[in-house]
């Protein structure tokens, strides 16, 4: 017998936020398919929290396209860090982070996704 997946409204979600909230790594990862809701999901929460939404696959992306792959390696991480310091925001949400766990940039996708919220919620 297979198990149902859980639906995770925005309300399960919300619970999910505060408790990251008071949490040395505040990350609330939000994990489907191709097609799950995923980006519906957090386009509600952010229209209800009023919070920031960053398209990470395309701002990295467009950042990454002048480099060289040797480049890519050494910058992705600091570039990713400039991106969401630009924000200035203390709660983030951040979609389309598939990018991270290309293995040309050679990432550590959970280390960097921890170091990055130390200092602010990310969703």
Known sequence: MVAQPKIFTPTYINSAI??????YHKVVLVVG??????????????????IPLLNLGLELSKKLLS???RERKLKASDIIAD?????????????NTEIIFDPSLMLNPQGLLQSLSRTRLLI
């Open 83 to 95: 991106l969401l310091e630009g924000q200035e925001a203390p709660r983030l949400a951040v979609d």
């Open 67 to 69: 480099l060289t792959v």
């Open 18 to 23: 505060s408790q990251a909230g008071a949490r």
């Open 33 to 50: 398919g191709p097609g799950s809701g995923k980006t519906a999901l957090l386009r509600s929460l952010t229209d209800q929290l009023h």
